[in-house]
C-alpha cells in the first residue's frame, strides 16, 4: 500500500504540537518528519533526530540545486525539507507527518499534489487569543504580530483538503485518525 504525507498547520497557540504528540503516541506507524535548519541547535538537540543542521552555505546549495520539497526564512533562519528525504521515507512504507507553516503547506501541495493538508484549526479567533494571553510568554506586540499572522494563515487555509477544529485535544486527535484512516469511524 502507497503511503501518504501529510502535512499539519496551524496558528501559533492553536494546539498543533499537543494533538501531532497525542496522535503519534497512539499510531506509531506514522513518523514526524525532521527538517533542515540553519539555526544553531538548541542545548539537548541532536542532528538527525530534532533537525538537519545545515551551515547557511549548505542551505543556500540546497536551495540552487532545487533540493527542498518547501523552504522559508524565519527570524535570520532557513528552515526546510528535503525531497529526498521525504522521498525515501515514503519509500521505506512510512507514513510521513510534516509539521510547517501554511505558506510552506501549499508549497508542498504545488510539488506533491497527493500531499494531504490539514489545517488546525481554534473554536474562534476569540479563543486563540486568550490561548496566547494564557500562556504569559509573550509581550503584547508578539501576541498581536501573531494574531496578525493567523489571520493570512487562516485565509491560506482554505486552500486544504481538511480542517479540525481543536476545541477538545481527544476529539482532534481522532478527527486526525479519521483523515490518515487509522480510524473507520
Not at 3 to 9: D, F, T
Not at 20 to 42: A, D, H, Q, Y
Amino acid at each position: 500500500m502507497n503511503k501518504k504525507l501529510y502535512v499539519i498547520s496551524g496558528s501559533s497557540g492553536v494546539g498543533k504540537g499537543t494533538v501531532l504528540k497525542g496522535f503519534l503516541e497512539k499510531n506509531p506507524e506514522f513518523m514526524l518528519s525532521v527538517s533542515c535548519t540553519t539555526r544553531k541547535p538548541r542545548k539537548g538537540e541532536i542532528d538527525g533526530v530534532n533537525y538537519f543542521f545545515l551551515s547557511d552555505e549548505e542551505f543556500k546549495n540546497c536551495i540552487e540545486k532545487d533540493k527542498f520539497l518547501e523552504w522559508a526564512e524565519f527570524a535570520e533562519n532557513f528552515y526546510g525539507t528535503k525531497k529526498k528525504y521525504i522521498n525515501q521515507c515514503l519509500d521505506e512504507g512510512k507514513n510521513v507527518i510534516l509539521e510547517i507553516d501554511t505558506k510552506g503547506a501549499l508549497q508542498v501541495k504545488a510539488r506533491m499534489p497527493d500531499a494531504v493538508l490539514i489545517f488546525i484549526c481554534p473554536p474562534s479567533f476569540e479563543e486563540l487569543e486568550e490561548r496566547l494571553r494564557g500562556r504569559h510568554t509573550e509581550d503584547e506586540q508578539t501576541i498581536q504580530k501573531r494574531l496578525s499572522e493567523a489571520k493570512a494563515e487562516f485565509e491560506r487555509a482554505k486552500n486544504f483538503d481538511y480542517k479540525i477544529i481543536n476545541d477538545n485535544v481527544e476529539n482532534a486527535i481522532k478527527a486526525l485518525e479519521k483523515i490518515t484512516g487509522v480510524a473507520n469511524a
